[in-house]
């Protein structure tokens, strides 16, 4: 079982609809959750962080965490085409002596005119 | 402007003659990581270091080193590149390593290797 587990898509979703974006994680010490974009051929970029249970929402985009689940989601409302990405998600443990930041293989997502 | 920064940002190299991508950061970060991202795989840790001379193995560490002996740069080498390593290589930097929370990774631009 892989540490952080995305589905690879394509998601293809209408403009103005809303996009929604899985991620679970097997390492229940995980206490860090983030939610990157990253433009083919171009650096992820930060657009996300939760560190607690339930929502936190920045302009249109929302993350949400379920820790008793593993599983952490980015919703994208009025989805642009902008939007069209690739996401990944990160998730941070922290052991006795260090952190670890693991990614997922991301997630393809398309906005469709 | 905070950042960080690679050089070089494309390289074409042959098997066997060493190289070193450089990575700099101005933020006073002390936790400084190196990822190569292959279709498919994701990104991958090659090596990771918590402070100066403090550097330790990610997930791929073979056919690389790193040093930190500044904590604003953490360059990589590879000692015999082969065509296994082409790949597109980035350099990321956080604040702290420890016990924060806030432990978000700015990448630099990325630098895409090619091993004939």
């Known amino acids: 079982q892989k540490e952080v587990e995305q589905n690879s898509g394509p998601l293809s979703v209408p403009e103005g609809a809303i996009a929604s974006l899985n991620c679970t994680y097997s390492?229940?010490?995980?206490?860090?959750f983030f939610w990157y974009r990253q433009y083919s051929g171009k650096s992820p970029e930060l657009i996300m962080s939760?560190?607690?249970?339930g929502d936190k929402e920045d302009g249109r985009f929302t993350a949400q965490l379920n820790k008793a689940s593993q599983y952490v989601s980015l919703l994208i409302r009025d989805s642009q085409p902008s939007d069209s990405a690739t996401y990944l998600c990160?998730?941070?443990?922290?052991?006795?002596?260090?952190?670890?930041?693991?990614f997922g293989s991301g997630t393809r997502l398309s906005i469709r005119p | 402007e905070a950042q960080v920064t690679q050089n070089p940002r494309y390289l074409i190299t042959v098997t066997g003659k060493k190289l070193t991508v450089t990575c700099s950061q101005n933020?006073?970060?002390?936790?400084m990581s190196w990822y190569r991202q292959d279709p498919g795989l994701g990104l991958r840790q090659i090596y990771y270091?918590?402070?100066?001379?403090?550097?330790d193995k990610g997930d791929v560490p073979e056919g690389y080193k790193v040093s930190r002996k500044e904590k604003r740069n953490f360059p990589l080498i590879l000692e015999s590149p082969s065509p296994n390593q082409t790949s597109l290589y980035f350099c990321?930097?956080?604040?702290?390593?420890?016990?924060?929370?806030?432990?978000?990774?700015?990448f630099g631009p990325g630098t895409r290797l090619t091993v004939l």
């Open positions: 933020m006073n970060h002390e936790y």
């Open positions: 390492d229940r010490g995980s206490q860090s």
């Open positions: 270091s918590m402070n100066v001379e403090v550097t």
């Open positions: 990321a930097s956080s604040l702290s390593p420890g016990l924060a929370l806030q432990n978000e990774q700015f």
């Open positions: 990160a998730v941070n443990t922290f052991g006795s002596s260090a952190s670890k930041i693991i």
């Open positions: 939760i560190y607690s249970n």
